[in-house]
Protein backbone atom coordinates (compact mmCIF):
# COMPACT_ATOMS: atom_id res chain seq x y z
CA UNK A 1 0.00 0.00 0.00
CA UNK A 2 1.41 3.12 -0.95
CA UNK A 3 1.98 6.20 1.79
CA UNK A 4 -1.07 8.23 2.88
CA UNK A 5 0.95 10.96 2.22
CA UNK A 6 1.23 10.24 -1.70
CA UNK A 7 -2.68 9.69 -1.69
CA UNK A 8 -3.24 13.33 0.15
CA UNK A 9 -1.25 15.01 -2.67
CA UNK A 10 -3.75 14.12 -5.67
CA UNK A 11 -6.66 14.53 -3.09
CA UNK A 12 -5.73 18.07 -2.86
CA UNK A 13 -5.23 18.65 -6.38
CA UNK A 14 -8.66 17.01 -6.80
CA UNK A 15 -10.41 19.28 -4.76
CA UNK A 16 -8.71 22.74 -6.23
CA UNK A 17 -10.09 20.63 -9.63
CA UNK A 18 -6.33 21.02 -11.05
CA UNK A 19 -5.28 18.85 -13.94
CA UNK A 20 -1.72 19.11 -12.65
CA UNK A 21 0.67 19.16 -9.60
CA UNK A 22 2.81 22.53 -8.90
CA UNK A 23 6.04 22.00 -9.02
CA UNK A 24 6.33 21.60 -4.95
CA UNK A 25 3.37 18.89 -4.86
CA UNK A 26 5.23 17.28 -7.91
CA UNK A 27 8.80 17.74 -5.57
CA UNK A 28 7.56 16.21 -2.65
CA UNK A 29 5.71 13.50 -4.47
CA UNK A 30 9.37 12.50 -6.21
CA UNK A 31 10.83 12.84 -2.35
CA UNK A 32 8.33 10.54 -0.78
CA UNK A 33 9.96 8.06 -3.06
CA UNK A 34 13.20 8.54 -2.23
CA UNK A 35 14.02 11.12 -5.04
CA UNK A 36 16.50 13.61 -4.58
CA UNK A 37 14.92 16.97 -4.51
CA UNK A 38 15.99 20.85 -3.98
CA UNK A 39 15.35 22.01 -0.62
CA UNK A 40 11.84 23.84 -1.01
CA UNK A 41 9.70 26.11 1.25
CA UNK A 42 6.46 28.08 0.37
CA UNK A 43 6.09 31.59 0.97
CA UNK A 44 3.06 34.13 1.08
CA UNK A 45 4.41 37.29 1.87
CA UNK A 46 7.80 38.94 1.71
CA UNK A 47 8.71 38.42 4.92
CA UNK A 48 8.05 34.54 4.82
CA UNK A 49 10.25 34.37 1.69
CA UNK A 50 13.09 36.23 3.75
CA UNK A 51 12.63 33.75 6.77
CA UNK A 52 12.51 30.62 4.04
CA UNK A 53 15.82 31.53 1.81
CA UNK A 54 17.67 32.34 5.25
CA UNK A 55 16.89 29.04 6.57
CA UNK A 56 17.89 26.87 3.11
CA UNK A 57 21.28 29.24 2.92
CA UNK A 58 22.42 30.90 -0.40
CA UNK A 59 21.92 31.39 -4.14
CA UNK A 60 18.93 31.05 -3.81
CA UNK A 61 15.87 30.56 -6.51
CA UNK A 62 12.18 31.97 -6.75
CA UNK A 63 9.76 30.89 -8.62
CA UNK A 64 5.80 31.81 -9.28
CA UNK A 65 3.19 29.28 -7.81
CA UNK A 66 -0.20 30.16 -9.83
CA UNK A 67 -2.61 27.58 -11.53
CA UNK A 68 -2.41 29.42 -14.36
CA UNK A 69 1.11 29.56 -14.84
CA UNK A 70 2.43 26.33 -15.74
CA UNK A 71 6.01 27.50 -17.84
CA UNK A 72 7.13 29.55 -15.14
CA UNK A 73 10.17 31.53 -16.50
CA UNK A 74 8.16 32.18 -19.52
CA UNK A 75 6.13 34.24 -17.62
CA UNK A 76 9.38 35.78 -15.65
CA UNK A 77 8.15 33.67 -12.50
CA UNK A 78 11.64 32.30 -12.25
CA UNK A 79 14.52 34.44 -10.61
CA UNK A 80 18.01 32.01 -9.79
CA UNK A 81 20.97 32.94 -8.09
CA UNK A 82 19.95 35.44 -5.47
CA UNK A 83 22.81 35.93 -2.91
CA UNK A 84 21.14 37.40 -0.11
CA UNK A 85 18.14 38.26 1.89
CA UNK A 86 17.46 41.55 0.09
CA UNK A 87 17.75 40.29 -3.35
CA UNK A 88 15.24 37.73 -2.38
CA UNK A 89 13.27 40.95 -0.79
CA UNK A 90 13.45 41.99 -4.18
CA UNK A 91 12.96 39.19 -6.22
CA UNK A 92 9.75 38.59 -4.44
CA UNK A 93 8.22 41.77 -5.58
CA UNK A 94 9.48 41.33 -9.01
CA UNK A 95 8.11 37.94 -9.85
CA UNK A 96 4.91 39.45 -8.28
CA UNK A 97 5.16 42.45 -10.66
CA UNK A 98 5.55 40.37 -13.87
CA UNK A 99 3.12 37.84 -13.32
CA UNK A 100 0.01 40.84 -13.02
CA UNK A 101 1.49 42.30 -15.70
CA UNK A 102 2.17 39.02 -18.02
CA UNK A 103 -0.60 36.90 -17.11
CA UNK A 104 -3.23 39.23 -15.75
CA UNK A 105 -6.26 36.71 -15.19
CA UNK A 106 -3.40 34.81 -13.02
CA UNK A 107 -4.19 33.95 -8.63
CA UNK A 108 -1.26 34.03 -6.97
CA UNK A 109 -1.00 31.07 -4.37
CA UNK A 110 2.72 32.09 -3.21
CA UNK A 111 5.69 32.22 -4.27
CA UNK A 112 8.55 29.24 -3.89
CA UNK A 113 11.63 29.58 -2.28
CA UNK A 114 14.51 26.94 -3.31
CA UNK A 115 17.85 26.13 -3.00
CA UNK A 116 20.01 26.87 -6.06
CA UNK A 117 21.38 23.26 -7.56
CA UNK A 118 24.70 23.90 -8.60
CA UNK A 119 25.76 24.00 -11.89
CA UNK A 120 26.54 20.53 -13.65
CA UNK A 121 25.14 17.78 -16.76
CA UNK A 122 21.47 17.69 -17.03
CA UNK A 123 19.37 14.92 -17.29
CA UNK A 124 15.74 14.91 -18.14
CA UNK A 125 13.32 11.77 -16.83
CA UNK A 126 9.53 11.84 -18.44
CA UNK A 127 6.83 9.61 -18.90
CA UNK A 128 4.10 9.83 -20.71
CA UNK A 129 1.14 7.36 -21.43
CA UNK A 130 1.11 5.13 -25.02
CA UNK A 131 -2.16 4.45 -26.23
CA UNK A 132 -0.41 1.08 -27.54
CA UNK A 133 1.95 0.45 -24.28
CA UNK A 134 0.77 2.45 -21.10
CA UNK A 135 3.13 3.78 -18.86
CA UNK A 136 6.52 4.57 -20.55
CA UNK A 137 9.36 6.21 -18.99
CA UNK A 138 12.08 8.16 -20.70
CA UNK A 139 16.22 9.33 -20.07
CA UNK A 140 17.67 11.72 -21.74
CA UNK A 141 20.76 14.03 -21.64
CA UNK A 142 18.89 17.64 -21.02
CA UNK A 143 19.02 20.50 -23.37
CA UNK A 144 20.37 20.60 -27.28
CA UNK A 145 20.26 16.44 -26.35
CA UNK A 146 16.54 16.42 -25.82
CA UNK A 147 15.27 18.88 -28.04
CA UNK A 148 16.80 18.63 -31.00
CA UNK A 149 19.14 15.63 -31.05
CA UNK A 150 16.40 13.67 -29.40
CA UNK A 151 18.64 11.65 -28.39
CA UNK A 152 16.68 9.41 -25.63
CA UNK A 153 15.57 5.55 -24.04
CA UNK A 154 12.52 4.69 -23.61
CA UNK A 155 11.52 1.47 -21.47
CA UNK A 156 7.62 0.47 -20.68
CA UNK A 157 7.44 0.80 -16.84
CA UNK A 158 7.84 -1.39 -14.62
CA UNK A 159 11.92 -1.55 -15.34
CA UNK A 160 14.40 -3.52 -13.51
CA UNK A 161 17.94 -2.44 -12.48
CA UNK A 162 19.14 -3.78 -15.79
CA UNK A 163 16.68 -1.77 -17.91
CA UNK A 164 17.54 1.51 -16.20
CA UNK A 165 21.58 0.87 -16.60
CA UNK A 166 20.26 -0.55 -20.38
CA UNK A 167 18.42 3.14 -20.59
CA UNK A 168 21.33 4.70 -19.90
CA UNK A 169 24.15 2.77 -21.95
CA UNK A 170 21.18 3.40 -24.89
CA UNK A 171 22.03 7.10 -25.15
CA UNK A 172 24.35 8.72 -27.93
CA UNK A 173 25.52 11.15 -26.07
CA UNK A 174 26.62 8.57 -22.72
CA UNK A 175 29.90 9.69 -23.17
CA UNK A 176 29.12 13.18 -21.13
CA UNK A 177 27.68 11.31 -18.51
CA UNK A 178 31.52 9.17 -17.97
CA UNK A 179 33.23 12.85 -17.86
CA UNK A 180 34.16 13.66 -21.35
CA UNK A 181 34.48 16.84 -22.45
CA UNK A 182 35.45 18.23 -19.16
CA UNK A 183 31.86 17.72 -17.49
CA UNK A 184 32.17 16.00 -14.18
CA UNK A 185 31.18 12.33 -14.44
CA UNK A 186 27.73 11.19 -13.45
CA UNK A 187 26.58 9.57 -10.34
CA UNK A 188 25.62 6.91 -12.54
CA UNK A 189 24.02 4.47 -9.28
CA UNK A 190 22.22 7.83 -8.27
CA UNK A 191 20.42 8.23 -11.60
CA UNK A 192 19.36 4.21 -11.87
CA UNK A 193 17.99 4.58 -8.08
CA UNK A 194 15.83 7.82 -9.47
CA UNK A 195 14.94 5.26 -12.97
CA UNK A 196 13.79 3.01 -10.28
CA UNK A 197 11.75 5.07 -8.05
CA UNK A 198 10.21 6.89 -10.96
CA UNK A 199 8.95 3.70 -12.46
CA UNK A 200 7.60 2.56 -8.90
CA UNK A 201 5.73 5.91 -8.77
CA UNK A 202 4.36 5.64 -12.02
CA UNK A 203 2.77 2.06 -11.17
CA UNK A 204 2.05 3.13 -7.97
CA UNK A 205 -0.01 6.54 -8.79
CA UNK A 206 -2.42 6.14 -11.79
CA UNK A 207 -3.39 9.80 -11.07
CA UNK A 208 -0.27 10.52 -13.17
CA UNK A 209 -0.59 10.70 -16.86
CA UNK A 210 2.59 12.61 -17.97
CA UNK A 211 5.85 13.31 -16.06
CA UNK A 212 8.68 15.53 -16.94
CA UNK A 213 11.78 16.09 -14.56
CA UNK A 214 13.35 18.81 -16.73
CA UNK A 215 16.62 19.35 -15.65
CA UNK A 216 17.74 17.07 -13.42
CA UNK A 217 21.32 18.10 -12.36
CA UNK A 218 23.75 14.99 -11.81
CA UNK A 219 26.96 15.60 -9.63
CA UNK A 220 29.85 13.22 -9.30
CA UNK A 221 27.68 12.51 -5.60
CA UNK A 222 24.10 12.86 -6.13
CA UNK A 223 21.76 14.44 -8.05
CA UNK A 224 19.16 17.44 -7.78
CA UNK A 225 15.38 17.47 -9.35
CA UNK A 226 15.03 21.04 -9.90
CA UNK A 227 11.54 21.00 -12.00
CA UNK A 228 9.29 18.73 -11.94
CA UNK A 229 5.81 18.64 -13.78
CA UNK A 230 3.21 16.45 -13.17
CA UNK A 231 -0.15 16.47 -15.65
CA UNK A 232 -3.25 14.22 -14.13
P1 LIG B 1 9.90 26.46 -16.11
O1 LIG B 1 8.54 26.30 -15.52
O2 LIG B 1 10.02 27.68 -16.94
O3 LIG B 1 10.35 25.20 -16.82
P2 LIG B 1 12.05 25.88 -14.21
O4 LIG B 1 11.65 25.55 -12.82
O5 LIG B 1 12.50 24.76 -15.06
O6 LIG B 1 10.86 26.72 -14.87
O7 LIG B 1 13.21 26.97 -14.14
C1 LIG B 1 13.82 27.45 -15.32
C2 LIG B 1 15.31 27.16 -15.31
O8 LIG B 1 15.94 27.78 -14.18
C3 LIG B 1 15.66 25.67 -15.18
O9 LIG B 1 15.64 25.01 -16.40
C4 LIG B 1 17.04 25.74 -14.55
O10 LIG B 1 18.02 25.99 -15.55
C5 LIG B 1 16.95 26.96 -13.66
N1 LIG B 1 16.59 26.56 -12.28
C6 LIG B 1 15.35 26.45 -11.79
N2 LIG B 1 15.35 26.04 -10.51
C7 LIG B 1 16.64 25.88 -10.17
C8 LIG B 1 17.31 25.46 -8.97
N3 LIG B 1 16.65 25.16 -7.86
N4 LIG B 1 18.66 25.40 -9.00
C9 LIG B 1 19.35 25.71 -10.12
N5 LIG B 1 18.77 26.11 -11.27
C10 LIG B 1 17.44 26.21 -11.31
MG1 LIG C 1 11.54 23.51 -16.43
Known amino acids: MRDPK ?3 IFEVAKAEERNFLFEHEAKQLCNLYGMPITAIEIAKTEEEAAK ?3 KIGYPIVLKIISPQVL ?3 DAGGVLIGLNDEKAVRSGYNTIITNIKKNVPTATIEGILVQ ?4 KSTEVIIGSTND ?7 MFGLG ?3 V ?3 KDVSFRIVPITKIDAEEMIEEIKAKKILEGARGMPKADKETIVNTLLATSKMLV ?3 EIKELDMNPVLVYEKGARIVDARVIL
Request: aromatic share 6%; proline share 10%.
Open 6 to 8: ITK
Open 52 to 54: AAN
Open 71 to 73: HKS
Open 115 to 118: EMAP
Open 131 to 137: PTFGMTI
Open 143 to 145: GIF
Open 147 to 149: EIL
Open 204 to 206: ECP
